[in-house]
């Protein structure tokens, strides 16, 4: 197990606070911070990894534009 691994039901948890009709994005690149949408048609995609255990992966969509710098401050960026 790894100490960076985050579960399905830590995403879980952490979106129980959010408004549920909330449009969820991907943000990406720390270095250069982009906002993506998720890929409706695979939004996300279990497998079994190389180690036979469940990793589930979502997909990205179009590029949306720059990360809001509110955005970027909130995550750390």
Known sequence: MHADRVTVTDIIHKLE???P???VRLAQQP???FEH???RDHAAVQVQSGDD???VYIG???QL???PETVR???GW
């Open 17 to 19: 606070g959010c408004d």
């Open 21 to 23: 009709d909330a449009e």
């Open 31 to 33: 270095a250069w911070p």
């Open 37 to 39: 949408a998720i890929d």
């Open 53 to 55: 255990d469940p990793v």
């Open 60 to 62: 990205e969509g179009a």
């Open 65 to 67: 534009g720059y990360l």
């Open 73 to 75: 401050k909130q995550l």
